[in-house]
């Protein structure tokens, strides 16, 4: 399985787990904004799994989290619908 080309953090250790979910997680926010539950449910990933990879791709600036309240709607940023090739 080809790992998605934004999956790969700078400030994490990319082991292939972490890999396959973020690029789970990404591949299914690529089609919408979404909340985290949606994201768990469409990905089949855990809502920990799920909410541990987007605040990691959040400080990285690749997702955006929106809303005052729970649930929060994630969301690719400008870097995050960029692929890197």
């Not at 998605?4 to 919408?32: D, Y």
Request: hydrophobic share 40%; proline share 4%.
């Amino acid at each position: 399985m080809p790992f998605h080309p934004n999956a790969f953090l700078q400030l994490k250790r990319n082991v292939k787990a972490g890999l396959v979910a973020r690029t789970k997680i990404l591949n299914v926010l690529e089609t919408g904004n979404r909340i985290a539950g949606d994201v768990c449910r469409a990905s089949g990933l855990t809502y920990a799994c799920v909410i541990y990879h987007l605040k990691s791709l959040r400080t990285e600036k690749l997702v955006s989290r929106s809303g005052t309240k729970r649930p929060f709607m994630w969301a690719l940023t400008n870097l995050g619908q960029q692929k890197l090739l």
